[in-house]
């Protein structure tokens, strides 16, 4: 083993509480200089802010070793995409997109239509636009910022960007290249930035899908912790972690017991 | 063979140009007493104005016998749903829905959710609302007046209502009750309105999979017309009907030779 990616929420920490030993965990890897990156699904809040929380829990992260969706994109928008790209992000995410050459200019030719959670920022014309970009632009590739179908707001449930990439994948007949676990390209986009392969990587996450099966199927070994989202019935799904350990807690033994 | 089904654009009229023989098929229709109706996914057009059109190009209709997918949604609606129904639907299709219980109190339990073609009027808040609908109640069904994927305005193409059926489907994790050509509850509900079986019924169509492929898997018998949008490469498709006439014009000969 040569490389570690973690997930977060589940993983590091509870809400807003850290799990025991998650500090001393990350601290370690990072004292031990291995490669590793934080895997989030999350688009509502920047790396920047996701850094600052880690910070106020005592765990120590640069914001370049978080991997989101939008920074996925940004690494596969770098190395594949040659014209400009359309966003359909929320103002925050935007900010992410350095070094790739945008356009709001709908009558020029565009590499690639990017769809995050613009919640309610989203309406006819824009959904629209984003279609036509793709129906006049058949080289185009669909991003899709992950696959949330929902999330709870305060006043109640709200649609995220996965139900907009469905009918936007329906209507062009076009099949979305996701950002996000589970989705293969977000694995390899870690990987990538890394510079490691698959199989000598390890992706520790609470997730059984999100973060064991979609690891796992990229290659990568998924190590399952019984603390955040873990219930016992997960491990009746079909899916076989690599190895299962109780918490992140205790990520420093089993490393060592494996990485030789 | 006891009853008729007609596609109308293609089979009766090509745009606004009646097809020779069509009018003297409905008179001949009309004067034996054929049972019958006149399908169509058009929502864009009410029954009254598609009478009207009908009748400039002298065939002789009811509104009564024109089967669209709002008419197939009221039929299902009374027949199955005891609850108040919201409608997402554009304001003169709204006007179609009348002996059905109508709501749009979100705090309301609702038997059955209506999507159609909205268009412009599709905002954030008016597709989140459908959304909680359906997640508040769970027996709900999403009814789709067809699954269209756009259509071609004069300012450019427009989505249609398929796409928000695809968002809404993926959202709630939901299979929606699809009317119109060519789903199986829109047949079905052709076939309840006049009263009679599958395997008397004869489907007249220039769609290969609309049509005839739609309605041979409700067990009606396609009969596919030479006119409209015909292709002789629309017989590799895989789909076999139960026969091909030149046109509309051939029907009353060919109902001799096969309606005993």
Chains 1, 2 share one sequence.
Request: charged residues 20%; proline residues 4%; glycine residues 8%.
């Amino acid at each position: 083993m040569q490389a570690i990616l973690f997930d977060m929420d589940g993983v590091l920490y509870e809400g807003d509480r850290l799990i025991a030993g998650a500090a001393d965990a990350i601290a370690w890897c990072r004292a031990e200089a291995v490669p590793h990156l934080f895997l989030t699904n999350t688009t509502s809040r920047s790396r920047r802010a996701l850094v600052e929380k880690l910070a106020r829990l005592g765990i120590h992260a640069e914001k370049d070793e978080i991997l989101t969706p939008p920074v996925a994109a940004i690494n596969w928008l770098r190395q594949h995409c040659h014209r400009p790209v359309a966003l359909f992000v929320p103002a925050q995410t935007r900010g992410e997109f350095t070094d790739v050459s945008l356009t709001t200019d709908t009558t020029k030719e565009v590499g690639a239509v990017v769809l995050g959670d613009l919640g309610e920022a989203w309406d006819f014309t824009t959904y629209n636009r984003a279609f036509r970009l793709l129906m006049e632009n058949p080289d185009a590739k669909l991003i899709a910022l992950g696959m949330t179908r929902y999330w709870r707001a305060e006043d109640g449930l709200r649609l995220d960007v996965g139900p907009f990439v469905k009918g936007l994948e329906y209507a062009v007949g076009i099949e979305p290249l996701v950002m996000g676990k589970p989705a293969q390209a977000f694995f390899h986009a870690a990987l990538s930035l890394l510079g490691v392969e698959a199989e000598q990587t390890v992706m520790i996450g609470d997730d059984i899908q999100g973060d064991i099966g979609g690891s796992q199927q990229a290659g990568i070994n998924g190590v399952l912790v019984r603390t955040g989202k873990f219930r016992q019935s997960d491990l009746s799904l079909g899916i076989e972690p690599f190895d299962i350990i109780d918490s992140i807690a205790d990520l420093p033994l089993w490393w060592q017991q494996h990485a030789e």
